[in-house]
């Protein structure tokens, strides 16, 4: 068990557009999801975390209009980054958590580049 | 707010050898210790948890150890093969639907043949 999908791995556009990425946890009910984003050889920084049918929380500096979450279902959250420039190019990750245990898995990863 | 911190940052053992990366965490309250594996391009992948209600767990080559007292958890991997080559990232949280992870900083781990 414990399969997250994400899509698409990988996009490359042009500044000043938007790209949205869908996360889906494949068989379990994701409580909450969390997004995080990573640069290269660093760790992981949470962008934001969000509950099902909730608003999403953001991490000090995450500006929320420019990275809109939606959290649609238990299995289903998605991450728009609006007007993208090429400071917003990294790797995005959704990370949904199962149950009360606290147990928390990633996606696969989106490898953003923006031009 | 919690802080984990993780040694060494980068690790390079034999293959066959034994590899420990060690963690720190300074809140009292946290009580959920995951272990994370993330090669490259991919994302992170929980390979062991452990909770402060044990002080070891096991599974096949890995093992993870918790010393309450000292506010410190250790991955241990033996007789390591090429494959575990990756960067080793641990975390600590509380439980509780606010929760959330804070991660070390990472461990790169290059298992020599």
């Known amino acids: 068990g414990a399969v997250v999908s994400q899509h698409p791995s990988r996009v490359i556009c042009k500044s000043g557009t938007s790209v949205k990425i869908e996360c889906r946890s494949l068989?379990?009910?994701?409580?909450?999801m969390f997004w995080y984003r990573q640069f290269p050889k660093q760790s992981l920084m949470l962008m934001a975390t969000?509950?099902?049918?909730?608003?999403?929380?953001?991490e000090q500096g995450v500006e929320k209009d420019k990275f809109l979450i939606n959290h649609a279902s238990l299995t289903l959250s998605t991450l728009t980054v609006t007007s993208a420039h090429p400071e917003d190019s990294s790797f995005y990750i959704c990370?949904?958590?199962?149950?009360?245990?606290?147990?928390?898995?990633f996606g696969p990863g989106t490898r953003l580049t923006v031009l | 707010g919690e802080n984990v911190e993780q040694h060494p940052s980068t690790l390079s053992v034999q293959e066959g050898d034994s590899a420990v990366i060690k963690c720190t965490y300074s809140?009292?309250?946290?009580?959920?210790f995951p272990w994370y594996k993330q090669e490259l391009g991919k994302g992170p992948q929980l390979i062991i948890d452990?909770?402060?209600?044990?002080g070891e767990k096991k599974d096949q080559r890995i093992a993870v150890t918790l010393n309450k007292t000292a506010k410190h958890f250790s991955l241990h991997i033996t007789e390591t093969q090429p494959e575990d080559s990756a960067v080793y990232f641990c975390?600590?949280?509380?439980?509780?639907?606010?929760?959330?992870?804070?991660f070390g900083t990472g461990t790169r781990l290059q298992v020599t043949l």
């Open positions: 990370s949904p958590r199962r149950g009360l245990n606290n147990e928390q898995f």
């Open positions: 068989d379990f009910q994701a409580t909450t």
């Open positions: 969000s509950n099902e049918g909730s608003k999403a929380t953001y």
């Open positions: 809140d009292s309250a946290s009580n959920y």
């Open positions: 452990i909770r402060s209600n044990v």
């Open positions: 975390a600590a949280s509380s439980t509780g639907t606010a929760s959330k992870l804070t």
